[in-house]
């Protein structure tokens, strides 16, 4: 059987791309690539599209009629602000609509997609919301999805968002929530096809956590999530660690976070059921399996 023909769309502009990578983070769109080839090693093949990109070549309807699935990453856009870099993402996942392929979005893909399907997002009356986004619980619609699957039924996340979904699009089901987002999990219909999207980072490993805290300094300090640098780079360093050694039970009782986050295989859970459950089966009703 030929592999799975997937697009990852880059939610980011060049220049917050760079600066990711300048504090020792990696392009949002590479690292999705790689988790994608890692968790289906063989049976996925993987592009990447930059529709943030001034004269970016995007596929049209028919190009991404050729692909088995659409995945979008996160972002550091905001996208009540409009302008030339979110209209053309809007614009693609509109086209995207037209077609037959399975969607996912990460946090930014989540918000994205939503207002694409005639949903409203707005920034956070609680502020941000970063590092683990604690106690996401399922909804009973959550509970017997798919998406789900294999999920505890009350998780922390790896996370970094300022912006939530106001309001989902018509005919979408509410999948997780917690005391922070009403929305951090939610599946939708979108003219031909079919969204599933979450407010965290299911991608994302400890390293490139750090790397944003990095990004992020000094605002972090500022908004009252660290008394000073001191204590942020201590964290920063304890994220660090947990890349080397994830099994590391102190670092794990000093942060309240368990194997949700901590095992590759659970944290990431969300997009394995995405490819298991919804962009296979979808390639064999198109006669592409």
Known sequence: MAAARLLVVEGNTAEARARQVAFGGQVASEGYAQLLRELFPGAVTVDICYPADPGANLPDAGGLEGYDGIAVTGSSLNIYNGGREIGQQVDLMRTAFTTRVPIFGSCWGLQLLT????GRVRRNP???EVGFGRRIRLTPDGGAHPL???KPAVFDAMTVHLDEVEALPEGARLLATNDHSQVQAAA???????CWGVQYHPE????????????????????G????????AAFI???????????????AWRHGIDGAVIAKEVRTREL???ITHQVLPARTARGRG
């Open 225 to 232: 999530f660290f008394l000073d640098d001191d204590e942020e």
């Open 126 to 128: 609680r502020g941000r």
């Open 237 to 251: 360093a304890d994220l660090e660690h947990f890349e080397r050694e994830p099994g590391n039970m102190a670092l």
């Open 204 to 223: 994302y490993p400890f390293r490139e956590m750090a790397a944003i805290f990095r990004r992020l300094r000094p605002s972090l300090v500022a908004e």
């Open 115 to 118: 207002v694409a399907a005639g």
């Open 188 to 194: 939708f219909p979108a003219g031909r096809t079919v």
């Open 148 to 150: 789900f699957a294999g």
């Open 272 to 274: 394995a059921n995405w």
